[in-house]
């Protein structure tokens, strides 16, 4: 009876312990993948939509290369929150001990969620004030592990809006 009590708390403890022991293990053989927004490409603003490409960096330092599964992404245009918000599945591999691993998402914007703002944009064409936040999910053999991005910036707006002022004035929105 004693025998069984032993080794039933031996095997509980064997249990406990293994993850602890494999974490302590793989401590030192995995790194999160680092991605920072590089910069936020303005392709187009017309009557319907603004369309953006967000370019995030991905550096892996990794011995093993990973897969880039999805990436969640949100964006804010002057402080108007979340005018575009999506999910991206792409499957890129990112190869081992590797910096500089560019990943374009193409952003489109409804431009009903930001029609405030467009006047503003109209009137005062220099910059356009932007958020982009989200998530890079990387695949693994545990599961897809998220790493959070975020980037607060401007976009130089010059010269586009001309194109958006006759647009809207052909239309007659706003009384140009």
């Known amino acids: 009876m004693k025998l069984k009590k032993y080794l039933l708390a031996g095997i509980l403890l064997s249990v406990l312990l ?6 302590n293990s793989l401590a030192g053989l995995f790194s999160y993948p680092e991605v920072t927004v590089t910069s936020v490409k303005l392709n187009s603003v017309g009557i319907k939509t603004i369309d953006l490409t967000v370019f995030l960096n991905i550096n892996n330092p990794n011995k093993l290369g990973v897969e880039l599964k999805k990436v969640e992404y949100k964006v804010d245009i002057n402080k108007i929150e979340n005018v575009s ?15 500089d691993n560019l990943v374009e998402i193409p952003v489109s914007i409804n431009n009903k969620k930001v029609l405030p703002t467009l006047a503003s944009i109209a009137k ?11 998530k890079v999910y990387f695949g ?17 707006n010059t010269g586009r809006i001309e194109n958006l002022k006759k647009q809207i004035k052909a239309l007659n929105f706003f009384g140009f």
């Open 140 to 156: 693994t053999i545990i599961g897809d592990i998220p790493i959070p991005f975020t980037k607060k910036s401007n976009i130089d």
């Open 18 to 23: 293994f993850p602890v022991k494999i974490t």
């Open 124 to 134: 005062s064409p220099e910059v356009i004030e932007y958020t982009v936040n989200g």
């Open 85 to 99: 918000e999506g999910i991206t599945k792409k499957e890129i591999k990112i190869a081992h001990e590797t910096k």
